[in-house]
């Protein structure tokens, strides 16, 4: 059984998808031992504490004077601190790397909204993804569960499902669709290959 640190910056509707597939035995090899925000206002440290799950606000700015290797090594530390084995992003906007990467080289998932690696890298996230494939004009586009190393959205890609985009699609409707059809089913599977492992 492996244990589970879920990092966060908002609303939580993927870490939401993983409490509910721990619940219903989607994921039977891990549990979700530690959710960490780095904004104190995530919705998503609510979820967690409903779920009776130990939560922790680690800020770049605020706590970490803005040092991104300081920031990667609080992170890092809790991870420990809570002994974990298993990295999810559910949602986590910020950028690290340092310590928490190398110690977690392998175990790190992230969900990413589109089919990378289209729409991704650097400053490609959340509505900004989708307003990019609404501009472009693709016809599809959906969601990818990867490895995270030190390439933004560059690591080994676990999962990908496709979503259709239709008429009159606006970010905001594509980004619901892409949650309901995508990300909410393949980031559950991705973590219990990770933790069946
Ligand atoms: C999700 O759509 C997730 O894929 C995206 O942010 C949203 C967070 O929603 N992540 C990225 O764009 C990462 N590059 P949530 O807080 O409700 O899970």
Known sequence: MKNIGVLISGGGTNLQALIDAEKSGIIKSGRIVCVCSNSSGAYGLTRAEKAGIPTKVIRKNADCGGDIDEFSEKICEYMK???VDIIVL???????????????????????PSLIPSFCGEGMY???????????????????????????????????????????DTPEILQKRVMEQAEWIILPRAVEMLCSQ
Do not use: P, W
Not at 93 to 111: Q, R, T
Not at 138 to 158: F, M, P, Q, R
């Open 90 to 112: 559910a949602g986590f906007l910020a950028i690290f790397g340092g310590k928490l990467l190398k110690e977690y080289a392998g175990k790190i998932v992230n969900i990413h």
């Open 126 to 168: 959340g509505l900004k993804v989708h307003e990019a494939a609404l501009d472009y004009g693709v016809k599809v586009t959906g969601a990818t569960a990867h490895l995270v190393n030190e390439v933004v959205d560059g690591g080994k890609i676990l999962l990908q499902k496709a979503v259709e985009i239709q008429d009159g």
């Open 81 to 83: 601190e809570m002994n």
